[in-house]
């Protein structure tokens, strides 16, 4: 889980640093609970490509689906 962590750090997009921060590991979950991570995870920055989070996740070996990458808070 560590290195997946990693993996969404370094590529989340950077200006302030506060999303890149936001990446924390809750019992057997990573989150991030940065008001605006799900805009950045569609595409608004030009620093990483639209869904960016499910592509790091899935890039790290041993890595596979099970259940949900990316869950949007109601």
């Known amino acids: ?3 997946v962590l990693s993996v969404l750090k370094a590529r989340t997009p950077v ?12 019992g057997d979950q990573i989150v991030n609970l940065v008001d605006y991570i799900d ?6 920055s030009k620093q990483a490509p639209s869904y960016f989070v499910e592509s790091s996740c899935l890039s790290v070996r041993g890595v596979y689906p099970n259940g949900t990458i990316v869950k949007t808070p109601a």
């Open 1 to 3: 889980m560590r290195q």
């Open 39 to 44: 805009d950045l995870n569609r595409g608004t």
């Open 15 to 26: 200006d302030t640093g506060k999303a890149r921060d936001g990446w924390l590991i809750e």
